[in-house]
């Protein structure tokens, strides 16, 4: 059965920056997409980053383009998203996500298959 478990989440300033992890246990197929997502209270949960296991590609969205990165670890099944220069808007729980679809990169969460427990991320201002 696939785990997801996110880890590295907390309390920064504005500006600051974070390394958040997923590990990955469990993962009998070759091919997905990791993705992260977050949500903050009141609000629909949102694509941030996807990479393509298998050969490593990434995707953003456009309020994190330039800002955060994500990269993959293969030996260790683990997936990281690097935020730099955080805002008090990035405040949200994020979520580590797997889509076993081969398709391109969805960022409609209801489409993902696998969900870890969720991180919280606090920027104060």
């Known amino acids: 059965q696939v785990q997801l478990v996110e880890s590295g989440g907390g309390l920064v300033q504005a500006g600051e920056s974070l390394r958040l992890s997923c590990a990955a246990s469990g993962i009998t197929f070759s091919t997905y997409v990791m993705a992260w997502f977050r949500q903050d209270a009141g609000e629909d949960r949102m694509f941030v980053a996807g990479i393509r296991w298998n050969g490593g590609s990434t995707y953003y969205s456009d309020f994190v383009k330039g800002r955060f990165t994500i990269s993959r670890d293969s030996a260790k099944n683990t997936v990281y998203l690097e935020m730099n220069n955080l805002k008090p808007g990035d405040t949200a729980i994020y979520y580590c996500?797997?889509?076993?679809?081969?398709?391109?990169?969805?960022?409609?969460?209801?489409?993902?298959?696998?969900w870890g427990q969720g991180t919280q991320v606090t920027v104060s201002s």
């Open positions: 996500a797997l889509d076993k679809s081969q398709l391109m990169f969805r960022t409609a969460p209801g489409l993902y298959d696998y």
